[in-house]
């Protein structure tokens, strides 16, 4: 037989725990009650109608049919016969509604419905929590693209990590993660908002990332407060995540160097960034109005000779001492890849005596 108070107790925990109204768990039970009646009763035409009374500890099930002098559908019709003493309240195509609940909750196929409706319910229950989580993390995130925000570590897992934040379960995926990053139980690290959406018709969509290139001067932005004052601006940066960032800065100041400004005394600052990248290498480029300059400092750490502009006016020869290629080149000439991405130029390496 159905127990109302443990539906009831079942409801009040959900609630308390999941910040979803009452109301609405309510309505999720009546409709997973009209998924089984339709689906045990094999009646999918069937207007059905339920009634969840807590106060009371009621349960009511109807099924609207019309009267008819002739049936024609059961499921859906009723004649005069069928009214017995009731019949002389009704004219043909009223509609009535049909009391089933003894039938239901007395009947032979009750515990067969009841799992179908507890399944029912279960799933959409589910689906409204992983709902409400998603607007929760939203609203705390909506505000905060382009941030990067120090996060606790709570759970380690093949495919992702959680971090906790203010008492709030946050995902980083693995797609968004660095292969090198230690991510260790109660361990703190940085993680950037890349992605707050909430389209129309679409759940919200928050993404945090450590992989993102954005993440390096969000970090930077954390330890030199000249970058919120718009001394400093990062106008580019370019990433290999956990191998090597350039980035491409500059000053409003013509007084202030920005290069040393993110940098700082005993290379506080910019040590400060690396430790949260676990030692990134990260080379810091002043930009400037001569492509060539840029280009040139853009292959640190390699001393560089001198830098020709090509015919095409998107490519450009760096000529640099033969024992400097190795440090032009790199690894996998992942250094000279960083520099055109950071340049927009194609830059070929060329030795000289």
Do not use: C
Request: glycine letters at 0%.
């Amino acid at each position: 037989m159905l127990d109302i108070d443990k539906i009831q107790s079942a409801i009040n925990i959900i609630s308390a725990e999941k910040k979803i109204p009452k109301e609405k768990l309510v309505s999720i039970i009546e409709s997973a009650i009209k998924v089984a009646y339709k689906k045990d009763y094999w009646s999918k035409d069937e207007n059905v109608n339920v009634k969840l009374d807590l106060i009371n500890s009621s349960l009511e099930i109807t099924v609207e049919k019309t009267v008819v002098k002739v049936v024609e559908n059961p499921n859906t019709e009723i004649s005069f016969e069928e009214l017995w003493d009731d019949a002389e309240w009704y004219e043909e195509w009223d509609i009535v509604e049909i009391d089933m609940t003894d039938e239901i909750l007395n009947g032979e196929w009750w515990e067969s419905f009841w799992r179908i409706a507890s399944q029912a319910a279960r799933q959409v229950i589910i689906q409204k929590i992983w709902d409400t989580e998603k607007e929760k993390i939203f609203e705390i995130f909506k505000d905060k693209k382009g941030q990067v925000i120090n996060m606790k570590i709570d759970l380690v897992e093949w495919w992702k990590v959680i971090f906790d934040y203010n008492w709030n379960q946050i995902v980083l995926p693995k797609s968004e993660q660095v292969s090198k990053d230690n991510y260790v139980i109660w361990n703190r690290m940085y993680l950037f908002v890349a992605e707050v959406a909430h389209e129309e018709n679409m759940p919200p969509k928050v993404v945090l990332s450590r992989k993102r290139a954005e993440i390096v001067p969000a970090i930077f932005a954390e330890f030199v407060p000249e970058i919120w004052e718009w001394i400093i601006t990062i106008d580019r940066v370019v990433r290999h995540p956990w191998v090597k960032t350039k980035i491409l800065v500059s000053s409003s100041y013509s007084e202030i160097d920005p290069v040393w400004t993110l940098i700082w005394q005993k290379w506080i600052r910019v040590k400060s960034v690396m430790e949260e990248l676990w030692w990134e290498k990260i080379d810091i480029i002043p930009n400037s109005e001569s492509i060539v300059e840029v280009v040139e400092k853009s292959l640190s750490p390699a001393k560089v000779i001198k830098v020709e502009p090509w015919e095409d006016e998107e490519s450009v020869i760096a000529y640099i001492p033969a024992w400097e290629r190795a440090k032009a080149v790199w690894k996998n000439g992942l250094n000279v890849n960083l520099a055109s991405k950071l340049t927009w130029y194609r830059i070929s390496i060329k030795e000289v005596e």
